[in-house]
């Protein structure tokens, strides 16, 4: 691949020339992240009887029976409060309401006030969580699908060859690692610390369904390798930016005003700002997922990996911006070289070079509000689903 090809951007470019091949492409990510992401793992939550509420508390009640007594002393207490409630809405129904009977109505008002305070206060003994509806049943598509877009039509300019040995080998062992960070919080919970402070009983969990369990692991395992194909693939883009030179001239001047250049680093830019939000769909239903069990539903143990998925999802978004950063840093140094020549060629020849100064001041491929903007949304998505889970 030619540094031509590199310095345009090759995949991202022939995306933005060909957009009925873009959506060709399009409708197969998402039409396969769907089906593995959702149909799939569907199917056989059914096949389980995992998929609705009722067929995991059966599960569980099987397996914990005095679990199953507890849920179903909540359920027992959740009926009497309602019907509690509903033969005090009876009598003020048939109370008249005058003046005269205040008396006789405001302890009925105050009695159904404190039943419904009750009522709302109550919380079940565990949190049950089945397939359908489930936070997590939006996980594994939304992945697939942003980060298949990301691996396809949004891919950075890169040389690496994809089914070679090298990157075969690589793409492995970074899996490896990245599966093993990644998991070994689920593996924990499931294998190590039993039900100690144990508050989700999920479709997924071993206890409940071992075959569940082990289709969310190879679901998982997918992740890995399309978040290692990810890195190699920036990995890639960043050492061919890093060594090219994106802007062309035999003077700093003639570079600072390459036309070529200011595009390359604008199209880096545009790049970087969709990149930046397809990473985000990926990971937010993830961290909200996490964020959800800790802060809704009260289960500590979820802390650690939601804080490890917030580490990959920072690290993913870094990588994607370092060639972006190379660039812009590299018109940076060219603009102070070329400020620099025009001081000097002022000194020396004395010839007047205030135009030239103000084109160059004024010569911003990005926009300054925009980078803040950019950056500033960055921050407000990657902490969203943390602060709306509290908030919540």
């Known amino acids: 691949m030619s540094q031509d090809a590199l310095s345009t951007g090759s995949d991202f470019r022939q995306s933005l020339d060909s957009p009925f091949h873009t959506l060709a492409v399009v409708a197969l990510v998402i039409s ?3 089906l593995f992401g959702l149909f799939v793992p569907g199917i056989v939550a059914k096949m389980c009887d995992t998929f609705t509420h009722t067929g995991v508390r059966k599960r569980i009640e099987k397996c914990y029976s005095d679990l199953g007594l507890q849920l179903q002393k909540y359920d027992d207490t959740r009926t009497s409060l309602y019907h509690e409630i509903d033969s005090v809405e009876q ?52 992945f697939y699908i942003s980060l298949g877009l990301l691996l396809t039509v949004l891919a950075p300019p890169s040389s690496l060859i994809l089914f070679s040995r090298s990157t075969l080998r690589r793409t492995v062992l970074i899996s490896l690692i990245l599966t093993i ?15 100690e402070g144990r508050v989700i009983y999920a479709d997924a969990n071993f206890d409940v369904s071992h075959v569940i369990f082990f289709v969310q692991e190879f679901l998982a395992l997918i992740n890995s390798v399309l978040l290692a194909v990810l890195w190699q693939q920036w990995t890639e883009c960043l050492a061919h930016r890093r060594d090219e030179e994106v802007f062309k001239g035999e003077t700093a001047l003639q570079r ?39 802060f809704r ?25 370092l060639p972006l950063l190379v660039t812009w840093w590299n018109w940076r140094a060219v603009r102070a070289k070329a400020m620099a020549e025009l ?20 010569s911003e491929p990005i926009p300054g509000w925009n980078t803040i903007g950019s950056i500033g949304a960055s921050v407000a998505v990657f902490v969203g689903p943390a602060v709306h889970a509290i908030l919540s």
């Open 297 to 321: 539903d009260g289960d500590s143990r979820y802390i650690v990996h939601a804080v490890i998925v917030h580490a990959v999802w920072l690290a993913s978004w870094i990588l994607i911006s």
């Open 32 to 34: 396969l992240g769907i």
């Open 343 to 362: 001081v000097t060629e002022t000194m020396q020849d004395r010839t007047p070079s205030d135009n030239r100064v103000t084109a160059l001041l004024g």
């Open 181 to 195: 960070m990644w998991r070994w919080p689920t593996w924990t919970r499931n294998f190590v610390l039993g039900n």
């Open 256 to 294: 600072a005003f390459d036309d070529k250049g200011a595009r390359c680093l604008a199209l880096t830019f545009i790049h970087w700002q969709i990149c930046s939000i397809v990473l985000a769909c990926a990971f937010i239903p993830y961290t909200h997922f996490f964020w959800t069990y800790i």
């Open 91 to 142: 009598q003020l129904h048939r109370s008249p309401l005058t003046s005269a009977q205040y008396s006789d109505i405001g302890p009925l008002v105050q009695l159904r006030a404190e039943l419904e305070d009750e009522l709302k206060s109550l919380r079940p003994p565990v949190a049950i969580v089945s397939f359908y509806l489930d936070d997590l049943m939006w996980v594994w598509p939304a």
